[in-house]
């Protein structure tokens, strides 16, 4: 039922958790397609992306030729693959779509790039998985619009040079610090892509619930977006949730009440946590003194993938004020042991600090 190298999406909606895991269940595709963003004017939030892609795109029309590279960055859920779509859509171009786990094989990449059209926007998600030979073909298509197929195998192996049509890739990485320096450094622009304000996550939800044909009360629609973890992908969800209940157990129509009781059903707290969020500041407290530990020693301790609660799980605490990056690992705020109803330490960190390390600058890289 699960998207592929996600660890912890459930496929009940009984316990909560995946009515609040960031990752796709199958079932929820062809909803998330209808509710996603078309145009940049219909993107709501990251204004500065927005306005550095639509300098980007519009200077490439002005031009009449194709824009630089470009990297979105950033947690799951928070609107990439939209990005992507809508760099295409913009720029009145075809996107040809495939992820770094598919490309597998040199010969896969040079295939899918011989086919392109001039113009035409390549979209790789998880770019940071690409395998080391497609990643080296890429840098040369990415630079000279070229690739090398290498024919044959030994001492008798040539290499065929290909024209590649200019093209524009858009990279989408959840990682930015796994990519390679050459690899990074080939994007001539890179957007970093940040959780949601409540105000944004809320004119999300009304835009979605116009689009479902949801009615949803304005201080609903404001309490679903404060527990929504900073994430459209994640308020949709819940949004779609709460008009189960609504349905199930009212009239339909989605009120602060019927919202905080369906949440409460779907075990969704106050902050927005889910199990693995607080599966982690209870670790990272009650078996480690709340720190400082090192991001793999926590996964192991929550039996999840170290690359899932690095990539998932820890920036959206971070973002909260939980957890606090240290150069010697990750220590609890007083706000994480707070949150568990316990005291804190005196010396426990405070809030809101964010120590960024393996994040690349924003914005124009050169
Ligand atoms: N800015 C936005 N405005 C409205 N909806 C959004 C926005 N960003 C994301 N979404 C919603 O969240 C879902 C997930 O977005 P997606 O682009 O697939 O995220 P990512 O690729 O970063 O995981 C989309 O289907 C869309 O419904
Ligand atoms: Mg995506």
Not at 226 to 235: H, M
């Amino acid at each position: 039922m699960t998207m592929p190298g996600n660890g912890f999406d459930g496929t009940g909606f009984e316990d909560g958790e995946s009515a609040v895991a960031a990752s796709l269940v199958a079932g929820d595709v062809d909803i998330e397609a209808s509710l996603r963003p078309t145009s940049l004017d219909d993107f709501i939030g990251q204004p500065r992306v927005r306005e550095q892609l639509q300098l980007v795109l519009t200077g490439a029309k002005l031009r009449g030729g194709t824009p630089d590279h470009i990297l979105l960055s950033g947690p799951p859920g928070l609107g990439k693959t939209s990005m992507a779509m809508i760099v295409a859509t913009e720029l009145g171009s075809s996107l040809r779509l495939t992820s770094g786990p598919a490309l597998e094989r040199a010969g896969d990449l040079a295939a899918m790039l011989s086919n392109l059209v001039e113009g035409d926007v390549l979209f790789i998600d998880e770019i940071h998985r690409i395998a080391r030979p497609a990643e080296e073909m890429l840098y040369l298509a990415m630079e000279d619009f070229r690739v090398d197929v290498v024919v044959g195998k030994g001492p008798g192996a040539t290499s065929i040079p290909l024209e590649v049509a200019p093209f524009t890739l858009v990279g989408a990485t959840t990682r930015s610090g796994a990519l390679t320096g050459p690899l990074r450094d080939r994007f001539g622009f890179t957007a970093h892509m940040d959780f949601y304000d409540p105000p944004e996550l809320q004119r999300i939800l009304m835009r979605s619930a116009g689009i479902l044909g949801v009615q949803l009360g304005g201080d609903a629609g404001a309490e679903i977006a404060r527990r929504s973890r900073g994430t459209p992908r994640i308020a949709n969800r819940l949004l779609r949730r709460v008009r189960d209940f609504a349905e199930v157990r009212a009239d339909g129509v989605i009120t602060r009440e019927i919202a905080d009781a369906a949440l409460a059903v779907y075990d969704v707290d106050q902050l927005g946590l889910d199990r693995l969020d607080r599966a982690v500041l209870s670790a990272l407290i009650r078996s480690f003194g709340g720190g400082p530990v090192g991001v793999s020693t926590l996964a192991v301790a929550v039996g999840e993938e170290p690359s899932t609660v690095e990539e998932v799980c820890e920036p959206f605490l971070v973002r909260a004020g939980m957890i606090a990056r240290t150069p010697r690992g990750r220590v609890a705020t007083a706000a994480a042991w707070q949150q568990l109803g316990l005291t804190p330490p005196p010396d426990a960190a405070a809030g809101g600090i964010e120590v960024r390390v393996n994040e690349p600058p924003q914005g124009l890289l050169d």
